[in-house]
């Protein structure tokens, strides 16, 4: 095989169906195959996913490792240490690429090629619909003061990657932010990062409303740890705008008398301070 352009990390655990849908996707890109490499982390003890892995391998190069130790963060190291392509993506073993989506990728670097990370977003195509959130339709210069609001983990097409932080992210103490950790070092070794939107990923679409209390702590763990590993002005900028949204969101909800919202917005409060009070700025060992 020749070298790729393209390597696709995929950590995945508990999906079967999800992964063959995404794996199904994949083989539908309008580029050469040849130039993609996907590198399937696998955490799973009780589900076997060779059947669905030999269904592809005639038509992509696959790289099935297993992995004892479960961790986000730690799953895509693993991914990083055998990535043969010069750009290396991040997809959900549940997300799907559109036909085009790698072709405007590569076409994004051409376009910048002084850019190590372009960044695109999450649409249905159906629908026309932007998910996750209400996504620019113009292309934007993506910088630490901006970051936040133009990433997601499955929208990351970057060169020269650093290792994730593996005391962030699903698996650990500090439960979230492994992404925008990663874009954030990036950004401060490289000024060259774009937001792209003609870049298009499709993820099923998650109700931002249901009430989560393990997930509303442990993102405002991975929130707070950010911003204290990455100690600056334009963090703290950051914490006390959110504390300062939640702050306003706990006092409506306190006049209204909505016990369940004062309660998601107390939990979003106090998990970012405490995040931030125990995150420990120098790397374990």
């Known amino acids: 095989m020749k070298k790729p352009l393209f390597t696709l990390i995929v950590a995945t655990l508990g999906r079967e169906r999800e992964l063959d849908s995404f794996l199904d996707s994949v083989s539908k890109q309008t580029i050469d195959l040849s130039e993609i490499q996907i590198v399937i982390v696998d955490q799973n003890s009780d589900i076997d996913l060779e ?3 030999n269904q592809y391998q005639n038509r992509l190069h696959i790289l099935h490792m297993r992995s004892p130790k ?14 043969k392509g010069q750009i290396v993506a991040f997809p959900d073993d549940d997300c799907l690429y559109y036909p085009d989506t790698l072709d405007k990728v590569r076409e994004a670097f051409r376009r910048n090629p002084t850019s190590n990370l372009i960044l695109g977003r999450i649409v249905d195509r159906s629908t026309g619909k932007p998910m996750l959130r209400k996504w620019p ?6 910088s630490r003061m901006n970051f936040l609001t133009y990433y997601s983990s499955i929208t990351i097409f970057a060169k020269n990657c650093p290792y994730f932080d593996e005391r962030l992210g699903v698996g650990t103490y500090f ?5 925008a950790d990663f874009v ?14 003609t870049i298009e990923v499709w993820h099923e679409e998650q109700n931002m409303h249901v009430f989560n209390e393990i997930k509303i702590w442990q993102y405002g763990l991975g929130f707070g740890a950010l911003t204290r590993k990455h100690l600056s002005f334009v963090m703290v900028y950051w914490l006390l705008g959110v504390l300062t949204y939640h702050t306003l969101g706990l006092l409506r909800a306190f006049l209204r008398s909505d016990s369940g919202e004062v309660r998601k917005r107390w939990l979003s409060i106090a998990s970012r301070i405490q995040g931030f ?3 420990p700025r120098t790397p374990e060992n």
């Open 184 to 197: 954030y070092s990036v950004l401060l070794r490289d000024k060259g990062a774009i937001y792209d939107p």
């Open 137 to 142: 339709t113009s292309p934007k210069i993506v």
């Open 277 to 279: 009070l125990r995150f």
């Open 51 to 53: 059947p669905v892995i």
């Open 70 to 83: 479960p961790g986000l963060s730690h799953n895509r190291n693993l991914g990083l240490d055998v990535a």
């Open 175 to 179: 439960g979230s932010y492994e992404d």
